[in-house]
């Protein structure tokens, strides 16, 4: 190269870092898996506030299963920079994104879609707090070693794999998962900010709760009857629903009993509130109309479903919370509220998580008598202490969000460019 060019090209050199200093990161987020329940929900939009906050200059596309049912409007509302992205908009994503990130949920939901993406892009991708199990997430037979093996393939091809519960981080290694990096990560819910207080005041104001004197409750079954909903298009499952009649009695007596220790030893108020659609008439069933009269009075039965914004602004301005289900309770203590989780065998390992963020205390087996018989004292001792138990949940929130920031460097290192 002659002196001429040489001062020609290098004229330009500052003209292409400009250019190639502002051409943002762009990363793909595969989420949203059902909008049925509140938890499933969470997922994205808290992965979404959690981007927004440790990666503010990179480009987010959300390349989601299910946004209906007024999901899509709510994940606008609240990131109206991140674009929703369907059909011929997945193939550009392809093409100019940088990074594929797996969210949360109950297992690596989007497997196809993750190798679709490392083979057709060759491009790094990670998996960002799921759980791992060897019993799968929805059946009652556990995966196969087929199965198991093939997940653990694209485990072996992340650039990273955060899993929500400490069991699940073990049982992968065990499995000869080879990731660079694996550790615990918690499940994104836990940072989900969204809001309707507009709504949430609404309802408290019709049925005479008021702030920070009613405690939230809500049931399940052992298997989520998703038969019971139109928009599933699922058949009656016969084992499911046998095993459901058998344990439904089991495992909400200790519901019903930390219902009425509230009551009558507290000014405490109950909601009983869904976390799925199915779960309205669980709680009708086996709470509400078991309940004596004297005790009912106090007791408020929610007979809608309802999303995920306005549960958090009603947790928000509870007591605590206490029940069957997972991702609410992981929604109160990312906002410092108190809540406890009661799990069975069939709920995999997630439960766990609650040990994991110094929680045990908080976590009951209910396949376990001795366990099974604390719920309710247990529940009444977090009721009784407000500010103890408060301080407890605000402990647990602070080692969440400490997880957080560090494994959002941990996506920022990995980012091509």
């Known amino acids: 190269m002659n002196r001429r060019h040489f001062i020609q090209s290098a004229s330009v050199l500052p003209f292409i870092s400009t250019i190639a200093a502002e051409k943002p990161k762009r990363l793909v987020l595969r989420s949203s898996w059902q909008t049925v329940n509140i938890g499933d929900i969470a997922h994205t939009p808290g992965v979404l506030a959690l981007l927004e906050k440790h990666l503010p200059d990179v480009e987010v596309r959300l390349w989601p299963s299910k946004v209906d049912n007024g999901v899509e409007e709510m994940l606008?509302?609240?990131?109206?920079?991140?674009?929703?992205?369907?059909?011929?908009?997945?193939?550009?994503?392809?093409?100019?994104?940088?990074?594929?990130?797996?969210?949360?949920?109950?297992?690596?939901?989007?497997?196809?879609?993750?190798?679709?993406?490392?083979?057709?892009?060759?491009?790094?991708?990670?998996?960002y707090g799921i759980t791992f199990s060897e019993q799968g997430s929805t059946s009652t037979k556990p995966s196969s070693d087929k199965s198991i093996?093939?997940?653990?393939?694209?485990?072996?091809?992340?650039?990273f794999v955060y899993f929500r519960d400490s069991v699940s981080l073990e049982l992968a290694k065990s499995k000869g998962c080879t990731c660079p990096l694996m550790e615990y990560g918690p499940d994104g819910a836990f940072a989900v900010d969204l809001k309707d207080d507009a709504k949430a005041e609404a309802f408290l104001k019709a049925h005479d709760l008021e702030e920070g004197k009613f405690l939230c409750c809500i049931p399940r079954l052992r298997y989520t009857p998703y038969w019971t909903l139109p928009e599933k298009k699922a058949e009656k499952d016969e084992k499911k629903f046998a095993r459901n009649e058998a344990m439904k009695e089991h495992d909400c007596k200790p519901l019903r009993d930390a219902i009425m220790k509230v009551i009558q030893q507290t000014d405490l108020k109950i909601l009983l509130c869904p976390e799925d659609k199915t779960q309205?008439?669980?709680?009708?069933?086996?709470?509400?109309?078991?309940?004596?009269?004297?005790?009912?009075?106090?007791?408020?039965?929610?007979e809608n479903y309802w999303l995920t914004d306005e549960a958090i602004s009603t947790y928000r301005r509870s007591a605590g919370l206490f029940g069957h289900e997972m991702h609410s309770p992981i929604m109160c203590i990312g906002n410092g509220i108190p809540a406890i989780v009661c799990r069975w065998a069939e709920q995999?390992?997630?439960?766990?998580?609650?040990?994991?963020i110094g929680l045990n205390e908080w976590l009951f087996d209910l396949d376990k008598d001795d366990e099974l018989a604390r719920v309710a004292d247990t529940v009444l001792a977090m009721a009784k202490d407000r500010a103890g138990s408060k301080a407890k949940a605000e402990k647990a929130r602070d080692f969440v969000m400490g997880r957080f920031a560090a494994s959002m460097q941990v996506v920022r290192q990995n980012l091509p460019g």
């Not at 093996?149 to 650039?159: C, E, H, M, Q, R």
């Not at 995999?348 to 994991?356: A, E, H, I, L, Y």
Request: glycine share 8%; hydrophobic share 40%; with cysteine.
């Open 149 to 159: 093996l093939s997940t653990i393939d694209v485990f072996n091809g992340a650039k």
């Open 280 to 302: 309205m008439a669980v709680n009708k069933e086996m709470l509400y109309d078991k309940l004596p009269d004297d005790v009912k009075a106090r007791v408020v039965w929610r």
């Open 76 to 127: 606008n509302a609240r990131f109206p920079k991140v674009k929703i992205i369907r059909g011929e908009e997945v193939k550009k994503a392809f093409e100019e994104c940088d990074f594929l990130l797996h969210g949360s949920g109950p297992s690596l939901v989007a497997q196809k879609d993750v190798i679709k993406w490392s083979q057709a892009t060759g491009k790094p991708y990670g998996v």
């Open 348 to 356: 995999t390992s997630k439960g766990f998580m609650w040990r994991d």
